[in-house]
């Protein structure tokens, strides 16, 4: 946090906002975005965004990275949201997301793995025991 409490904090020209600041800014009145680490005040863009206003309300005061990637936006897009630019997220809270994003991922990964591995399993097991009754009925 800055000296003065407003949770911006100016290095050269760039202005640098925590993620309890770019929190506040949740609603019609002023919405803030964070992509790819930058900070965007769409307040005014709000009805002119082709997805609606509420596509931007429900990221609003948030990390809309993800979001905006999903969506595929064109190379006009992302041209146009530079002139809602208005700073950077603190290097203190990247940190904390992506320490977050890593666990999250991590996690993911060892699920995605258990997800081949039992059913693997559990063809063997069937196959085993379809052999195993399909013999013994044969030598009866």
Do not use: C
Request: no cysteine.
């Amino acid at each position: 946090m800055d000296e003065n409490g407003t949770g911006a904090v100016s290095e050269s020209s760039t202005k640098y906002y925590t993620l309890e600041k770019i929190g506040q800014h949740n609603m019609n009145q002023e919405t803030w975005l964070i992509i790819h680490d930058k900070v965007y005040d769409v307040t005014s863009f709000l009805e002119q965004h082709p997805g609606g206003k509420e596509v931007l309300l429900d990221q609003a005061g948030a990390d809309a990275t993800e979001n905006f990637e999903d969506v595929g936006h064109s190379s006009d897009a992302r041209e146009l949201l530079r002139q809602y630019f208005i700073g950077e997220l603190h290097m203190a809270d990247r940190n904390k997301e992506s320490n977050e994003e890593v666990f999250i991922k991590t996690s993911g990964e060892s699920s995605s793995w258990m997800t081949w591995v039992i059913p693997a399993l559990a063809t063997v097991v069937v196959g085993l025991m379809y052999r195993y009754y399909t013999l013994e009925h044969k030598s009866s």
